[in-house]
């Protein structure tokens, strides 16, 4: 979290569209903190993307990628008619944003996209929860992508953050709860391991 995952990402999709490429952003319809199926960045920089659910198949929507034009040669569904750009170029690329939420069947489907329908696929998320414990989603991704690129952030006492906290409204530590509490007072701040354990997150 606030590593730059979001402006990388939006990064990307320029650089594929700035070659005349399509293609396609996802995040999760449980993450609706700057809009309902929005991306944005702490910089301010914001775009429009799809939303995926629990039970969204991201191999049976996208396996047919090279027919997906949007002239009157092929059939799109309403929603990705919407959402492309009016070119008759197929995919080039599939962004996933907020990947920690993509549960382990669904990171197996967009592994199988990216090696058997060869639709290139870019996962951005996080790995741990505010306790530490990995999310189902992040593990799988982290045991199937063919590479890993980490973007660093720093804690409040200059050391690199790795663990997330969760906060509440006074600015005190949350030590129990679900796994993802996303709406309301709750916020997050990324320490380093020795500010998580030695509970001196500046907060």
């Known amino acids: ?6 402006i990388a990402l939006l ?15 996802f995040t999760s319809d449980i993450d609706n903190r700057f809009g309902h199926a929005n991306i944005a960045s702490r910089l301010g920089v ?13 191999y049976e929507r996208l396996k047919d990628h090279k027919e997906l034009f949007l002239d009157d040669r092929q059939v799109v569904d309403d929603e990705m008619r ?13 962004l996933i944003d907020e990947a920690q939420f993509l549960d382990p069947e669904q990171v197996r489907q967009l592994h199988r996209l990216a090696h058997v ?32 690129e980490e973007l660093k952030n720093i804690c409040a006492c200059g ?7 969760r906060i509440d409204d006074r600015g005190e530590r949350i030590t129990e709860g679900e796994q993802v509490a996303i709406e309301g007072t709750v916020r997050y701040i990324q320490t380093c391991g020795r500010c998580f354990y030695l509970g001196t997150a500046h907060l």
């Open 1 to 6: 979290m606030n590593a730059g995952k979001s």
């Open 11 to 25: 990064q990307v999709a320029h650089n594929y569209e700035e070659q005349g490429m399509n293609v396609v952003l």
């Open 46 to 58: 914001s775009r429009k993307a799809l939303t995926y659910s629990r039970w969204t198949n991201f």
């Open 82 to 94: 919407a959402y492309l750009t009016a070119t008759a170029k197929p995919l080039a690329c599939v």
């Open 117 to 148: 329908a060869g639709l290139p696929v870019i996962c951005f998320g996080i790995r741990s929860d505010f306790l530490g414990e990995p999310f189902p989603g992040a593990a799988y991704l982290l045991t199937l992508a063919d590479d890993i």
């Open 159 to 165: 050391r690199k953050a790795t663990m997330n906290v």
